[in-house]
């Protein structure tokens, strides 16, 4: 009778403790790294330029709330067309982590503006097959973990 309890308890222990690895969960990878996008604008019209980069802007900061912006500009008119993109969104120049205007004279368009941010890319756990090696062994606490945490880049190692 105890052999038969013990083996009972030992199977509920083995379903419910380790039927995460096995079977199909809410789990899934996360690949976090560094992306850099290099735009360039030679403005036409003043109201057409402040909207694509308050687009910009606002999608960048959409993906990543501390991104870094390096904005040159050729003339004192580009650097006042964008200038004026930010009043309408004066949030993104105190979160980003580095935010530096350059006057550059040598530049062939009027703006050039260089954005580094952090980008995530999931995929979505598998379970495991008997008799095959485990691609992912940690996949459901380490999505459980990325998701308390606020700032992508802090997972990226070296930065």
């Known amino acids: 009778m105890r052999l038969l309890q013990g083996m009972f308890i030992l199977l509920a222990v083995l379903i419910t403790g380790c039927s995460e690895r096995y079977f199909n969960g809410k789990g899934a990878e996360t690949l976090i790294y560094p992306e850099t996008h290099v735009y360039e604008f030679t ?6 330029a402040q909207q694509k980069l308050e687009e910009i802007f606002t999608t960048i900061d959409d993906i990543d709330s501390g991104p870094s912006y390096i904005i040159e500009y050729k003339n004192n008119t580009a650097k006042k067309i964008a200038s004026r993109s930010f009043e309408s969104l004066p949030f993104v120049q105190y ?4 935010f530096e205007w350059k006057q550059n004279s040598g530049l062939i368009s009027d703006l050039r503006i260089t954005v580094t941010f952090h980008n995530m890319a999931n995929k979505q756990c598998k379970p495991a097959s008997i008799e095959q090696d485990l691609d992912s062994r940690d996949c459901f606490s380490e999505n459980a973990r990325n998701r308390q945490i606020a700032h992508k880049e802090r997972l990226v190692e070296g930065i």
């Open 95 to 98: 979160r980003a982590d580095v």
């Open 43 to 48: 403005v036409k019209s003043e109201i057409e």
